[in-house]
């Protein structure tokens, strides 16, 4: 069977990899456990650091919403798609054709490929908790509506009910994971509007002082890399039929405000790291993340066998170990 992650080449997507290699197998959609033949990593970048050496892994660089690179990626022994690629929010927002261009009607033609297939393929859709906005309950139960105020989040939804309806039809055995903020992230900061509940964690532990752009008492719904890449997988070994009618599911995760985040950092670590750290609030970041849900009750994905984390010290020792090699700037 080929496996193909979409947007593989960033860091959930190279995880996600690594872990697909180890497993070696995954369900295909009528419920037959079958060997990774090759799994295909694209992404629009290359990988860095790159993926391992193995000789099932094929990494692939190109636009996937360019026709031809579907026909190059896809075929009739496609059995299962992580689809990541995407621009974030903060790009979405700034550039609208651009974010319509690659996360909707993009992710729409892929969507129309796979239907083309004829094999019924499972589809692993990354989608976010900003399909929720605006004036939103205390809590977000799993029959919230949808009410995205950005254009990130109206792409994302729209994908997802596209993602019920090529299910619905039998084109495709699709299921949507509604991703909370994905915190520690390595590397640099991207353009997410999130990217500063990472920042503010990871530059300190690297030694680089950090300004966040919000207030301290912003809050946030998190989830660890560790925990993202462990929901992708089990979402493609659930069986259609633990779905229901939505194939759309809000995962757990944990709500901090950043000075809760700021107060674990002080729990692992030494105080001069915590130093490393000021605020100097920005309006357009703020504009977007106050619009945020923070605060879930997530019965189904629980349900579903979803897990969060235990707590904010746990995602940090967890980035410390697999980032940092165990140890951080003191």
């Known amino acids: 069977m080929q496996v193909l992650i979409t947007g593989g080449c960033g860091f959930i997507g190279k995880k996600l990899a690594v872990k697909l290699l180890e497993k070696g197998s995954l369900t295909d959609s009528s419920g037959v456990s079958r060997p990774i033949d090759r799994l295909i990593v694209h992404d629009i970048i290359h990988p860095e ?95 919230t509506h949808l009410t995205p105020q950005t254009s990130y989040g109206n792409q994302k939804a729209a994908t997802e009910l596209l993602v019920n309806d090529y299910s619905r039809k039998g084109f495709i055995d699709g299921r949507s994971l509604r991703l909370p903020t994905i915190v520690i992230r390595p590397g640099k900061p991207n353009k997410a509007a999130s990217s500063f509940a990472s920042s503010i964690l990871r530059e300190p532990l690297q030694g680089t002082p950090y300004v966040c752009p919000v207030k301290p008492d912003t809050g946030v719904w ?43 950092l002080g729990q692992v670590t030494e105080s001069a790291v915590v130093g490393r750290i000021r605020f100097e609030p920005d309006p357009g970041i703020e504009r977007i993340v106050y619009g945020w849900a923070t605060r879930f009750d997530p019965e189904r994905g629980r349900r579903l066998g979803f897990q969060a984390d235990n707590d904010m010290a746990e995602i940090i020792r967890a980035f410390i170990d697999d980032e940092l090699g165990g140890d951080y700037a003191r």
Do not use: C
């Not at 493609?236 to 995962?251: H, I, Q």
């Open 222 to 264: 998190v989830l660890s890399p560790r925990r993202v890449v462990e929901a992708f997988i089990h979402a493609a070994e659930l069986p259609a039929d633990a779905w229901g009618m939505s194939r759309a599911v809000a995962l757990p995760g944990i709500t901090v405000s950043v000075q809760d985040m700021v107060d674990a």
């Open 49 to 143: 650091p790159a993926l391992p050496d193995d000789p099932r892994l094929t990494v692939r660089v190109g636009d996937f919403t360019d026709p031809a690179e579907l026909d190059a990626i896809l075929g009739p022994d496609t059995g299962v798609v992580f689809h990541l690629a995407a621009v974030v929010s903060g790009g979405a927002e700034a550039d609208f054709d651009l974010g319509m261009r690659v996360n909707l009607t993009g992710s729409e033609q892929l969507l129309a490929r796979l239907r083309a297939l004829g094999t019924v393929p499972k589809v692993v859709f990354a989608s976010s908790v900003a399909v929720y906005g605006g004036e939103m309950p205390s809590v977000i139960q799993d029959s």
